[in-house]
């Protein structure tokens, strides 16, 4: 990596996010394929749409343009474990199941993860190639969320929120 794009990643390491965890049905319908992300955000509230940006590297990247589909967890603050897992190497079942990940399908038979602070069941309406990334826009078709407090990553590490 480049001294400059080390440091444009630090310099936008000083931007608080969110992280979530983006999921796709794989293709032989078989399982899932998740994703931790914190590159997620709203565009539009009417129609509800959002937007997750998905390096050219990743898995998911396929697995997206194949479904036209993705759900959207945002995490809460004790499930680390589930952006570690969505984040690195291959997605063994049992690691995950040992930690405690459990799927449900939505109405449009979108996977999502069970037990985050919200889910977005979302229908890919534009993607757009940008540098070493894929935009997707997705248009949120249904929701859920629930009361308590999200996992943050800033300046390369997991956070809580404070008082």
């Not at 310099?11 to 796709?24: E, H, K, N």
């Not at 690691?95 to 799927?103: A, K």
Request: hydrophobic content about 35%; glycine content about 12%.
């Amino acid at each position: 990596m480049s001294g400059q794009n080390q440091e444009f990643r630090k310099a936008l390491g000083r931007f608080a996010s969110g992280i979530t965890v983006i999921t796709v049905a794989k293709e032989d319908g078989t399982g899932v394929h998740g994703m931790t992300a914190n590159s997620f955000t709203s565009v539009s509230l009417v129609p509800p749409q959002v937007l997750v940006c998905v390096g050219d590297k990743a898995r998911a990247l396929e697995l997206l343009r194949a479904a036209g589909r993705f759900g959207v967890t945002v995490l809460r603050e004790d499930q680390q474990p589930f952006s570690d897992y969505f984040a690195y190497g291959p997605q063994d079942p049992a690691e995950g199941e040992r930690i405690g990940v459990r799927f449900r399908r939505s109405g449009r038979d979108t996977p999502l993860l069970e037990d985050g602070l919200a889910t977005l069941d979302c229908k890919v309406i534009a993607a757009h190639v940008s540098g070493d990334h894929t935009v997707f826009i997705g248009e949120v078709e249904e929701m859920s969320w629930t009361e308590g407090n999200p996992l943050l990553y800033f300046a390369g590490q997991y956070r809580k929120l404070g008082s």
